[in-house]
């Protein structure tokens, strides 16, 4: 399996711009996560979806993001519009099942101007 | 949701040496994990240890759950530079509640 698959790898853009974050999690796993992770925050838990329904979305910051996950084998993340704050590097991971063993992608790294 | 607490925050030792980070955590747990973070990289899994578990192995990495502490350590023994990495603990509880990571402690091992 090639494993949880992130795109972009990395994003630059303009204040204001659509940003839009792809995951493509292990096949047969049924459980997906989206963290973001800065120096001052650490590691944060965004959103996570079981069986591609949102679960908790408690981490979302605000309106701006917003998360989906048409299908098993696919999920984004949105931010409209970006801001500079937003500057992070967001990861996705899946799991068999939400307590058990995360897979983590390579991580997209944003950077808003 | 359950979240570990790693410590230290920063460890700095010489390669051979082991290295032991502690996590605590603050409600019964089903199981706890512990994660390596290289720079610029995703997390990699290193080791899951379940509640009725007391000790895990895998190579070098050895792992202990202490429940009635609410605490658990990693050692990693007779170091090397590729250790070099940020360890995160992620302690997961029953219902609903899945794993959340702390902060991490940053190790550095001096080659």
């Known amino acids: 399996d090639a494993g949880v698959i992130q795109s972009p790898r990395h994003e630059v853009t303009e204040m204001g711009q659509e940003v839009t974050l792809r995951c493509k999690p292990i096949?047969?796993?049924?459980?997906l996560f989206w963290y973001r992770q800065t120096m001052m925050r650490g590691l944060e838990l965004l959103i996570y979806f079981n069986n591609n329904v949102p679960i908790d979305d408690s981490g979302m910051p605000e309106d701006r993001f917003s998360a989906k996950m048409p299908n098993a084998s696919f999920s984004t993340l949105k931010i409209q519009p970006s801001e500079p704050r937003d500057s992070a590097v967001y990861f996705c991971?899946?799991?068999?099942?939400?307590?058990?063993?995360?897979?983590f992608g390579p991580g997209t790294r944003l950077l808003v101007l | 949701s359950q979240q570990g607490e790693e410590d230290p925050q920063a460890l700095s030792i010489q390669e051979g040496e082991n290295a032991t980070m502690n996590c605590s955590y603050k409600?019964?747990?089903?199981?706890l994990q512990w994660y390596r973070q290289n720079s610029g990289r995703g997390l990699v899994h290193l080791i899951l240890?379940?509640?009725?578990?007391r000790e895990k192995h895998s190579g070098r990495l050895r792992v202990t759950l202490d429940t009635s502490k609410k605490s658990s350590s990693l050692l990693i023994t007779a170091s090397r530079a590729a250790d070099t990495a940020s360890y995160f603990c992620a302690a997961s509880s029953g219902g609903s509640y899945i794993p959340t990571f702390g902060r991490g402690t940053s190790l550095i091992v001096h080659p």
């Open positions: 991971a899946s799991s068999l099942a939400s307590q058990e063993t995360q897979y």
């Open positions: 409600t019964s747990i089903n199981n």
């Open positions: 096949s047969g796993h049924n459980s």
């Open positions: 240890i379940r509640s009725n578990e």
